[in-house]
């Protein structure tokens, strides 16, 4: 499957963004869904994930409550509302599919380029 993530910018502190993902290929329904982010100088950290079919979804620490994944298989994409942003949430944000996912990256076998989210103070 191949991804393509858009959707990032530069928003004001307690703004919010929504990402998107765009999956190539018939089978994106079974695949679980990430997001993850790499602040600069910083190693590449969990955000969100979803299951295949959107019942089960899990978030770091830091975004829950403000950050939503959701999806919508007939579209082949996954989204990443994310509001309420804090300076600290820059970062470039990646999407990633896997057969079985989880929270680490290394999980996933499949990975869209990054969209760059600046939030300023």
């Known amino acids: 499957v191949q991804l393509q993530a858009f959707g990032g910018g530069l928003v004001q502190a307690g703004g919010s963004l929504r990402l998107s993902c765009a999956a190539s290929g018939r089978t994106f329904s079974s695949y679980t869904m990430g997001w993850f982010r790499r602040a600069p100088g910083q190693e590449r950290e969990f955000v969100a994930t979803?299951?295949?079919?959107?019942?089960?979804?899990h978030y770091a620490d830091s975004v829950k409550g403000r950050f939503t994944i959701s999806r919508d298989n007939a579209k082949n994409t996954v989204y990443l509302q994310m509001n309420s942003l804090k300076p600290e949430d820059t970062a470039d944000y990646y999407c990633?599919?896997?057969?079985?996912?989880?929270?680490?990256?290394?999980?996933?076998?499949?990975w869209g380029q990054g969209t760059l989210v600046t939030v300023s103070s």
């Open positions: 979803i299951s295949w079919g959107g019942g089960s979804t």
């Open positions: 990633a599919a896997d057969t079985m996912g989880g929270s680490s990256w290394r999980a996933y076998d499949y």
